[in-house]
């Protein structure tokens, strides 16, 4: 009994040890945020400064363009996430359940799109895009953010419908249901925790992609956060209050995101069914 | 399941069309995602390895040449290169082990019932939200010992001598970087694996325990083995990520000091957009995506290993 109470303190102090490794450096983030200027080096290691301010969050709300970043992250971040999670549950079932040639040759393709660093596309990428007019919208960004993870997203995917059992679907077929309407009313449901988390990759990859935001968007109407961040590191000097507010804010989608998916993550759907 | 004969003998006399159909299926289904990663990805791959035969300067516009392997050849003889894939196989090697270590711990942790369950789950996983590039300045502040505490308490628990910068120390200046990604790095490990863990049928536990499986053997014998796919399929596509990602390194450090965290992924940023050598960075490019493809190769033919085996 006593080992019994031992091994839950011990797995609350690791859960917590795991907490306070994952919220320090967010929680400096926000003590930077709050720090007046002329405190930020007098008092940089006390772990909280002796008096607040919410001037950095201020200027960033009223002095920049970043409500019109924030609107442009979240529109790239829904859509590309949206529709990554649709094609790679297709693209995925296709992997899982059908033995065809031409097999290995797609999951090989997919492979070598995840090999190759992506600074390389960058130039032939915009080369692409600027005839079809899709350099500097939003649009170009959500393509190529869903191209980029839609490799990965099916990996994902398929690993998530090799863990269900053939005999669901195919008990549904036998019974006079297409495969496509098996898939959706019988495998999709049961994959529940699979997509939130498949969701939450993409959302969060597509919310602070940096580089092709960089390459592919000039001036502000169509920036979205990490550029809009990058603008508050000028080559002289770095405003880090003002900046670790901007990120303050960035995470707040992303934090409400973690929340609204969680209990996907934790129902194990799978094991009632298969029990059932 | 009622009547397996009848349904053998059927597929048997499906007409012609009926097997069009049948060998169609999985192309509809895998069509969608191949136009977009053929159009997005291969088109652009293709154009951007070509560059790796050329002489593609940004600022000279007498650029553009075809020159074969010339590239090849001074990259054959580039010391900073060898010293990049060495710090690649550093930085790589500990990242990857680091946060697989500790994401498959925590999925497990996160896999018991427990009161607050939900919360410590959001909170743990909080850091893969954090936009690289921010991840990496906050931590740079963090090991500056000016204004960051990890210098201080490091000194005080004795790791170092004194307060200084780790970032700026030659001998320890990837331990910042590698840090950071573990940090960010955990989450990805522990939501792929907890999700897997989630989808073993809870009964064959339950059955393991009657039988009077230990906690260990119960852990070797059943979830290591159900885990095996998801790990090795983690594994590989995040080496492949970590070992092309530079986000981290060139904020935190830019390579330095004295190339001691140069990558190839950086060294290949460092051409192609300080230098706007375009050609060369492809060129070496080229030969990271020729190592990742072996190392994949390695993988897969693992895990298939694994899955037949079951």
Redesign the interface.
């Known amino acids: 009994m006593t080992g019994r109470i031992l091994m839950t303190i011990a797995?609350?102090a690791?859960?917590l040890a795991?907490?306070v490794?994952?919220?320090f450096?967010?929680f400096?983030?926000l003590k930077?945020s709050v720090t007046p200027n002329d405190l930020?080096?007098s008092e940089?290691?006390r772990?909280w400064p002796s008096h607040t301010t919410f001037e950095h969050y201020r200027f960033v709300i009223e002095n920049s363009a970043f409500p019109t970043f924030f609107k442009n992250s979240l529109i790239v971040a829904c859509s590309t996430s949206v529709a990554v999670t649709v094609?790679?549950s297709?693209?995925g079932?296709?992997?899982s359940?059908?033995r065809?040639r031409?097999?290995y040759a797609?999951?090989a393709?997919?492979?070598?799109?995840?090999?190759?660093?992506?600074?390389?596309?960058v130039?032939?990428?915009f080369?692409?895009l600027s005839p079809l007019g899709l350099t500097n919208s939003l649009t170009g960004l959500v393509?190529?953010y869903?191209?980029?993870n839609?490799?990965?997203a099916?990996?994902?995917m398929q690993?998530?419908f090799?863990?269900?059992p053939k005999?669901l679907e195919?008990?549904a077929m036998?019974d006079g249901a297409s495969?496509f309407i098996a898939f959706r009313q019988i495998i999709l449901p049961l994959t529940l925790?699979?997509i939130a988390?498949t969701l939450?990759?993409v959302f969060?990859a597509a919310?602070?992609e940096?580089l092709f935001a960089l390459m592919l968007i000039s001036g502000n109407t169509s920036a979205t956060?990490?550029v809009g961040?990058?603008t508050f590191v000028s080559k002289f000097s770095v405003d880090?209050g003002q900046?670790?507010a901007a990120?303050v804010m960035?995470?707040i989608p992303?934090?409400l995101?973690?929340?609204l998916i969680?209990?996907y993550?934790?129902?194990?759907l799978?094991?009632g069914a298969?029990?059932g | 399941?009622?009547?397996p004969e009848a349904?053998r003998s059927g597929a048997a006399r499906k007409p012609a069309m009926r097997r069009f159909a049948d060998?169609a299926?999985?192309?509809f289904?895998?069509a969608?995602?191949?136009t977009?990663?053929?159009?997005?990805?291969?088109?652009?791959?293709l154009?951007?390895l070509s560059?790796a035969f050329r002489d593609i300067q940004l600022l000279n516009p007498f650029s553009g040449a075809f020159i074969g392997l010339e590239h090849f050849k001074t990259l054959a003889r580039d010391d900073a290169f060898y010293r990049a894939l060495k710090n690649t196989l550093w930085w790589t090697g500990a990242s990857v082990f680091l946060q697989f270590a500790l994401g498959l711990?925590?999925a497990l942790?996160?896999d018991?019932p427990?009161p607050g369950?939900?919360l410590?789950?959001?909170?743990?996983?909080?850091?893969?939200?954090?936009?690289?590039?921010?991840?990496g300045?906050?931590?740079a502040?963090?090991f500056n010992p000016?204004?960051?505490?990890l210098p201080?308490w490091m000194a005080a628990l004795g790791i170092l001598s004194a307060p200084d910068n780790i970032l700026a120390d030659p001998h320890l200046a990837m331990w910042g970087p590698i840090i950071a990604n573990v940090?960010w790095g955990?989450?990805?490990f522990a939501?792929?694996l907890?999700?897997?863990l989630?989808?073993?049928?809870?009964?064959i536990y339950e059955a393991a325990a009657i039988d009077g499986a230990g906690p260990l053997q119960r852990f070797l014998s059943i979830t290591l083995p159900f885990l095996a796919?998801?790990i090795a399929?983690t594994i590989?596509?995040r080496t492949?990520?970590i070992a092309?990602f530079?986000?981290l390194i060139i904020v935190m450090t830019n390579g330095g000091p004295a190339d001691r965290t140069q990558i190839v992924?950086s060294y290949?940023?460092t051409q192609?957009?300080r230098r706007l050598d375009?050609g060369y960075?492809?060129a070496i490019?080229l030969v990271?995506?020729v190592l990742?493809?072996a190392y994949?190769m390695l993988i897969?033919v693992i895990r298939q290993r694994l899955i037949e085996k079951d």
């Open positions: 797995h609350r690791a859960i795991y907490i490794f994952a919220l450096p967010l400096w983030l930077v930020l080096y940089g290691v772990l094609l790679s297709l693209a079932y296709a992997l359940r059908f065809f031409g097999k797609i999951v393709l997919m492979l070598i799109t995840q090999m190759f660093p992506l600074v390389m596309l130039a032939p990428i080369k692409m393509i190529v869903t191209a980029f839609v490799p990965f099916t990996f994902l690993s998530f090799d863990g269900i005999d195919e008990a036998i495969r925790p699979g988390a939450g990759f969060t919310w602070s940096l956060f990490p961040l990058l880090f900046m670790m990120g960035a995470l992303a934090c995101f973690f929340l969680q209990r993550l934790v129902q194990g799978t094991a298969v029990k | 399941m009622s009547h349904v060998a299926e999985p192309w289904y895998a969608p995602v191949l977009l990663i053929v159009a997005v990805m291969l088109v652009p791959l154009l951007g560059y711990v925590l942790l996160l018991k427990f369950r939900g410590a789950q959001a909170l743990v996983f909080l850091p893969w939200a954090v936009p690289t590039f921010l991840a300045l906050n931590w502040w963090l000016v204004i960051g505490p201080h940090w955990i989450p990805f939501i792929t907890l999700a897997a989630q989808a073993i049928p809870r009964d796919p998801t399929i590989l596509l492949v990520w092309n530079a986000d992924a290949i940023f192609a957009f375009f960075a492809s490019a990271l995506l990742l493809l994949s897969v």
